[in-house]
């Protein structure tokens, strides 16, 4: 009876106990939100989700990033945690595309205002392209650098001054015969508007004439500006030409030291990569050239000898003016060979025109279908639209000159591009290499 005792008394202490502190609990809590709020406050038990993470409370979720829970009741702490996830990535993409197009805006500011040295530069590197397998061969066949290169350069300078020799004297040659027949072609225009569906009178066409030579004679002041602005035209063309020829010769004899000296201006971890890069964008530019001087090359023979046959007078120069403007992909070959189809309509008449026109849409096609694929194809690996919009936007910012090199930049840059490419490719694969390999250590 003593040890029941003693058990009934101790269970009456525990419950005396517990009535005595929910009491002391209730004179600290007056409120109830006071207690609530002291509830929350405790730390809850968290229980393991099944990615190994552990599950947060209420409160946790409410004070959470809105959206990356799902939706919860509350407004985010940070108003930047309501923002959502792709709008984020879109501003910050796009503050980074407007400070890119700035720096482009200002590079091509630059190269506007300095363009003279600019296309001297992209001409003396084009024709180094060209010239420089030559100088590599000599030099392989025992011949000093300086040698090599001296002789590569006159002997391509001989080339060009014995090119335009040749197009001076059959202009010189045939120009009495070819002013006779613009002048007979002039006499079958005019009596054509006469007798033609127009019914103009002799009368209406002198006055024409008239008018032509009265604007001739009140703009001579312009006329005679724009004398003055041919002759600056010509002042800047020899000194670019200088420039360009000056610029070709030091890249034949020291290019690869130039490089170097190029590299040694660029950040540290920068040069390790564009030292691979560099040579394989030279390949690149040579293999271009070098085969557009051959496509320009047959597409100048061909539709040389079809407007010979033709008649047409100035066949040789339409055909150095068309493997000029052959350096002008897909379209430079047909924009210059419109000169043959005006000089066939003049002197000719429409039918050996329209001749001539056909023989320069098939060279065309055969250039664009089967030798720029074979030639160039291996060399410049960008889609014909990326050609075509590539010789437009350089027309658009550098006539001439910039549809002239416009194509062969795309090409270089996705060279380079392609190289840094899979040497950051190649450098991922030996650092997970490396690291698959410390962890079966640490293992």
Not at 166 to 181: A, E
Not at 248 to 259: K, P
Request: proline share 5%; charged share 15%.
């Amino acid at each position: 009876m003593s040890g029941a005792g003693a058990l009934a008394s101790r269970l009456v202490a525990a419950l005396a106990e517990r009535r005595r502190a929910a009491r002391a609990v209730e004179e600290q809590v007056a409120d109830p939100d006071d207690f609530l709020l002291s509830m929350e406050q405790v730390p809850a038990p968290r229980s393991p989700l099944p990615d190994g993470s552990e599950r947060r409370s209420g409160a946790e979720r409410t004070q959470a990033p809105y959206g990356r829970e799902g939706v919860v009741p509350g407004r985010p702490a940070d108003p930047v945690d309501a923002v959502p996830w792709t709008l984020r990535v879109a501003a910050e993409c796009t503050w980074r595309l407007l400070l890119l197009a700035a720096a482009l805006y200002l590079v091509f500011r630059v190269v506007d205002m300095l363009r003279l040295v600019a296309f001297a530069v992209l001409a003396a590197l084009l024709i180094s392209a060209l010239l420089e397998p030559t100088v590599s061969w000599l030099r392989r066949h025992g011949v000093p650098r300086s040698l090599a290169a001296a002789a590569t350069f006159l002997s391509g300078l001989a080339g060009i001054g014995l090119v335009g020799w040749f197009v001076v004297w059959q202009v010189s040659t045939n120009l009495n015969s070819v002013t006779g027949k613009v002048q007979a072609g002039v006499n079958q225009l005019r009596e054509w508007l006469v007798t033609g569906p127009l019914h103009l009178t002799q009368q209406q066409i002198n006055d024409f004439a008239k008018q032509i030579t009265n604007a001739i004679g009140t703009n001579s002041d312009q006329i005679t500006s724009a004398g003055f602005t041919g002759v600056t035209i010509a002042v800047e063309v020899l000194t670019g030409v200088l420039l360009a020829a000056f610029t070709t010769f030091f890249l034949l004899y020291d290019g690869a030291r130039i490089w170097s000296w190029l590299l040694r201006g660029l950040p540290r971890h920068s040069r390790y990569a564009l030292a691979g890069a560099g040579p394989k964008a030279w390949a690149t530019l040579t293999a271009y050239v070098r085969g557009t001087v051959c496509v320009a090359f047959i597409d100048a023979l061909c539709i040389g000898i079809g407007i010979q046959l033709l008649g047409v007078p100035l066949a040789m120069p339409l055909a150095v003016i068309v493997f000029l403007g052959a350096f002008v992909p897909l379209v430079g070959a047909l924009v210059t060979g419109t000169i043959a189809v005006l000089i066939a309509l003049v002197t000719q008449g429409p039918f050996i025109a329209l001749m001539v026109l056909v023989v320069l849409v098939a060279v065309q096609n055969i250039e664009g279908h089967l030798l720029q694929p074979l030639i160039l194809g291996r060399a410049v690996r960008v889609h014909p639209l990326g050609v075509v919009l590539g010789v437009a936007t350089g027309s658009i910012i550098g006539g001439i000159g910039g549809a002239i090199v416009a194509v062969p930049l795309i090409a270089v840059t996705n060279t380079v591009v392609s190289h840094l490419r899979q040497r950051n490719a190649a450098g991922q694969q030996v650092f997970e290499a490396l690291e698959a390999a410390r962890g079966a250590a640490e293992r």
